[in-house]
């Protein structure tokens, strides 16, 4: 079992490195420049697995991931990169296959050959080709895409921390796919209504979505804080914050790394960029109902936590 856990280890860190690496090979592609400089941001994962799988034979902590934060570091400079380089030049881009029918996935994956025997020349014009036939705007998106579903398959994979159970890890899990949506939304609906000469809009929706991506290395809304008990009388003293500790972590969450900044994203969008459709409206409502919702629970707790304590209070009998 033990080496079990120690292959995982590594098979994960292995393909954060080989996912980051391929964004990085297409910066490279896209800008026709020395990009590579951008595997250094490897480094940090690399002694990051080094150490711990001598230390910890591989198991991750129990607040806090580095191996995924250290993976959010190495690909996210590669996003913003091609982010703002397709949101620059997509009036100019060349006719490209867009990834939305069978047809189109079929003329990209087997393209025009010649009869007869192909050179090696030839193999790797065509896989050139069938690179080149394919929208940025696709890429950045399978990008966007295999990041998020790594991220929930990582965590999956990594050895349980000290003090974690599977119980909490399979509630993380759950809540990282719906996390995964929510962000995956966000950045591809909001980015497609950007107009021309927005650049403000883009740095502000780039900023916010890499803000949100913040939650995948913490794991503060599951995992469990609550001290042994040891008699009532300690039980009466535990704190707020320590009795709910995941409900409140889980509303911080949602009130300033998610729907709260999604929420005023969507609202600038309607109102400074004059920007107006259904599914925004839809969209910016759910923001506003998941925000009030949450607050709702967050006077709820306080409510019965005090409760309790008053109630004691005026049960006592008057000597």
């Not at 000469?197 to 900023?207: A, D, F, K, Q, R």
């Not at 469990?224 to 008990?229: E, I, L």
Request: charged fraction near 15%.
């Amino acid at each position: 079992m033990g080496l079990f856990k120690f292959v995982c280890a590594i098979i994960t860190r292995v393909l954060f490195i080989l996912v980051s690496l391929a964004g990085v090979w297409r910066v490279t592609w896209v800008k026709d420049n020395n990009y590579w400089f951008l595997t250094f941001l490897f480094l940090p994962l690399f002694v990051e697995m080094i150490i711990t799988l001598k230390n910890r034979k591989g198991k991750d902590y129990k607040w806090f991931s580095p191996p995924i934060f250290l993976f959010l570091i190495s690909i996210i400079p590669s996003i913003w990169i091609l982010e703002l380089h397709y949101q620059q030049n997509k009036e100019s881009d060349p006719l490209c296959k867009k990834l939305d029918s069978w047809e189109n996935l079929r003329t990209v994956i087997t393209p025009n050959q010649t009869n007869g025997n192909q050179t090696y020349q030839d193999y790797l014009k065509n896989i050139n080709q069938m690179l080149s036939a394919v929208c940025s705007n696709d890429w950045i998106l399978a990008l966007h895409q295999i990041l998020l579903i790594l991220l929930i398959v990582g965590k999956w994979l990594l050895p349980l921390g000290g003090g974690v159970t599977r119980d909490e890890l399979s509630q993380l899990l759950l809540i990282f796919v719906g996390t995964a949506a929510d962000i995956l939304e966000f950045t591809s609906e909001t980015l497609s209504d950007v107009k021309e000469n927005s650049p403000e809009l883009v740095y502000i929706i780039l900023g916010v979505w890499t803000w949100s991506m913040l939650q995948f290395p913490l794991h503060l809304a599951v995992v469990n804080s609550k001290p042994d008990a040891e008699g009532e009388e300690r039980a009466k003293k535990v704190s707020l914050m320590t009795k709910h500790s995941t409900d409140m972590w889980s509303i911080v969450e949602a009130l300033f790394i998610q729907d709260g900044p999604f929420l005023v994203v969507r609202l600038t969008v309607m109102t400074y960029f004059k920007v107006f459709h259904q599914m925004l409206v839809f969209f910016a409502i759910k923001n506003f109902l998941v925000v009030i919702l949450n607050l709702y629970r967050l006077v709820v707790i306080c409510q019965d936590f005090r409760t309790p304590s008053s109630r004691t209070d005026s049960g006592n009998p008057v000597l």
